[in-house]
């Protein structure tokens, strides 16, 4: 007897039940033939019935069929000791079915476990789900289920159907499914409104833990949705839509309010939402993360996946237990809506060329400075996308990893599992590397070893916190490097901001007052042959409830802004400031060399952006001059440069600084007459 003999008689030994009796009996088939099929069916999971048909290429006679499931129903019913499920005898609602797929019991966890749910009686206290399960005993789908349904406040009931049933039931839910993409295809984008959900909150919670890439599109026309998921996929979609970058869930006293951080600026989303729905929404999220719903009294760090209008979209959640509630802040990372390339970030030609100069080096330490959210990511990336090339062996260490590039090597960090930053770093020392990326230098430990790998013949591409880039040889001296080692290995260092984009649409121009000028460091004599812009910001509180009115600028939608330019301020590391480094020398020094041998500040680099009307005085005074050291710098400029009208460059008062030139107090300036 072969090996699959064997193991069929053994599987189907003394398991003619009293309907494959009665299949014998009929002379529809033999024993043989019949012990095959029930091997067949129970290890491919296919209907006993239907590989009999198959086997013998004869149908069963309709009267015999119904005697045969009747049999094999009461069969169940006698051995599981629970109700069974006739079709043809209890009616059978598809749609509460396809519901309760939708909304509760996904569909995955049905084809895994082969059940569904076929009823909600919400009379019940707590509300009751029938579930229909192939194998009602099975150990695995029972604790999955009391989990998903405990949680949401409900119970479940078994009953046993058949595999036929199930198969039949299943491949309806899957018809409409297909009925309804297809239908999707020929539909409008649905528009993002929000009281029919409101008005609808408090149906069934999603419990889904499946984070695959759902299709936003998709779900959007999905009008059976739970009004909690569909809330969830109009507020991710609605950031997606107007290029948000974060989105702020918050909890108040008295409201829910929701948040878009665009261009670097926090921006109301909707109005504010009944604070009733707080609970549900975060639950929601924090389910599709993959988070613990249970757990409110310590953050959590997950990730969503989507895809919306053809791409890929990431969603790095973060949850922090506050007065009121969770508050939730996602942070969007859209990969595939980036340019990289340093011809499209640093739009002066000495700067670019000084950057591409230094990544093309053999071997040093290039350094990207400033604060979180500066692009310093997107600043590597684009130096990266030059360096890459098939002879050149590329890796990097990130903490999350933001954007995809062909062929190189990304390593995420996971602490959990002992690799942060310096041990991958170690690791890719003995990978045959060309050019590192580090995501992060914020130890002593990864600072040496990535100092160290630039002085052994690699690349070495990394960032740090400083205010601009002189400060950066500080920084790494506060991390115990020695001054010889950082003079040694660093090549350069890239420190950077982003200001907002004036919108080319709508901006207006406009001649600052001599006062606003002076501010700046700027003579009013020298600046009347340049246009001045400032941005038509509209006086709406919630600026994307007027993207599509007629007042709305179409290309900004009233903000005034569209898009973030980059200020830089490039240090290439010369003889004369290795020399500097290596003394000790304090930044301030280091920095004035630096400008003497051609570097331009973060001040003069603005402010050439606002002259090219790409920006605004505004956005400059926001996001440049909120550093001391570029304060101080200002004030040394206007000092020299600038006949103030109100001090007559001298002094109001001992303890009062002038309001237009700022000059310092207790500082005698000779008075300038005429």
């Known amino acids: 007897m072969t090996n699959y003999a064997h193991q069929r008689d053994l599987l189907v030994r003394n398991s003619f039940s009293a309907s494959n009796e009665k299949l014998i009996q009929t002379g529809y088939v033999d024993q043989a033939r019949l012990r095959e099929a029930i091997y067949e069916s129970r290890r491919k999971g296919r209907s006993l019935l239907a590989i009999l048909q198959k086997m013998t290429g004869k149908p069963l006679p309709p009267h015999l069929l119904r005697q045969i499931k009747r049999q094999q129903l009461f069969e169940l019913k006698i051995l599981y000791g629970l109700e069974s499920l006739d079709p043809e005898l209890t009616a059978v609602d598809t749609q509460a079915i396809e519901q309760l797929i939708r909304t509760l019991i996904p569909l995955e966890f049905c084809r895994r476990y082969q059940l569904l749910p076929l009823s909600l009686n919400e009379a019940e206290d707590p509300p009751l789900i029938r579930i229909g399960m192939v194998n009602p005993d099975h150990l695995g789908a029972i604790d999955e289920l009391g989990y998903l349904l405990r949680a949401n406040g409900m119970n479940f009931q078994r009953v046993v159907i058949d595999l036929d049933t199930y198969q039949l039931l299943i491949s309806k839910f899957l018809d409409v499914q297909t009925q309804r993409k297809a239908i999707l295809e020929e539909k409008l984008p649905v528009e993002l409104e929000l009281e029919a959900d409101l008005d609808r909150l408090g149906g069934i919670e999603d419990l889904s833990t499946d984070n695959t890439e759902i299709n936003l599109d998709e779900a959007l026309l999905d009008e059976n949705a739970a009004p909690v998921i569909s809330l969830v996929n109009k507020i991710l979609a609605k950031a997606l839509q107007n290029k948000a970058s974060d989105i702020h869930i918050e909890p108040q006293e008295d409201n829910l309010r929701i948040r878009y951080r665009k261009d670097g600026l926090l921006h109301q989303a909707f109005e ?347 956005e400059v005074e926001r996001v440049t001059l909120s550093d001391s050291g570029l304060k101080a710098e200002l004030k040394a400029k206007r000092k020299t440069t600038i006949n103030c009208q109100v001090c007559n460059g001298g002094l109001l008062s001992e303890w009062l600084d002038c309001p237009y030139c700022l000059t310092p107090r207790f500082i005698e300036y000779p008075t300038i007459t005429d």
């Open 272 to 618: 504010p939402l009944p604070r009733r729905i707080g609970p549900a929404l975060v639950s929601r999220l924090k389910i599709i993360a993959n988070l613990d719903i249970a757990e409110r009294r310590s953050p959590q760090d997950g990730r969503i996946l989507r895809l919306f209008q053809g791409r890929k979209v990431d969603f790095r959640v973060s949850t922090l237990p506050s007065r009121y509630g969770e508050k939730i802040v996602l942070r969007i990372l859209d990969s595939s809506s980036m340019q990289l390339g340093l011809n499209y970030l640093l739009s002066d030609p000495f700067s670019l060329e000084t950057v591409r100069e230094m990544v093309s080096r053999p071997f040093g330490l290039v350094l990207v400075t400033g604060p979180t959210g500066s692009g310093k990511t997107t600043t590597l990336y684009s130096a990266l996308a030059e360096c890459n090339k098939p002879e050149v062996n590329i890796s990097t260490v990130e903490d999350p990893i933001e954007y995809t590039l062909p062929g190189i090597t990304q390593v995420q960090v996971i602490r959990e599992k002992g690799m942060n930053f310096a041990s991958i770093l170690r690791a890719f020392l003995r990978q045959d590397p060309d050019v590192i990326l580090v995501g992060e230098t914020r130890d002593k430990e990864t600072a040496k070893t990535a100092i160290e790998a630039a002085l052994t013949g690699h690349l070495v591409l990394t960032t740090l916190h400083t205010n601009d880039a002189a400060s950066a040889v500080v920084r790494l001296a506060e991390m115990d490097v020695e001054p010889f080692m950082v003079s040694a290995s660093l090549l350069g260092v890239v420190a950077q901001r982003l200001v907002r984009r004036l919108c080319p649409t709508c901006r207006i121009p406009y001649h600052p007052s001599p006062e606003k000028l002076a501010q700046f460091g700027l003579l009013a004599s020298t600046s009347t042959e340049v246009t001045f812009y400032r941005a038509n910001t509209s006086i709406s509180d919630n600026i994307f409830s007027t993207a599509n009115t007629q007042d709305a600028c179409p290309t900004c939608a009233g903000i005034g802004y569209a898009g973030r330019c980059g200020v830089y301020e490039v240090m290439r590391v010369s003889e004369r400031i290795k020399s500097l480094i290596t003394e000790g020398a304090p930044p301030e020094h280091i920095k004035e060399v630096a400008v003497e041998e051609g570097m331009q500040t973060l001040l003069s680099y603005s402010l050439a952006l606002v002259e090219r009307g790409e920006t605004t005085l505004e």
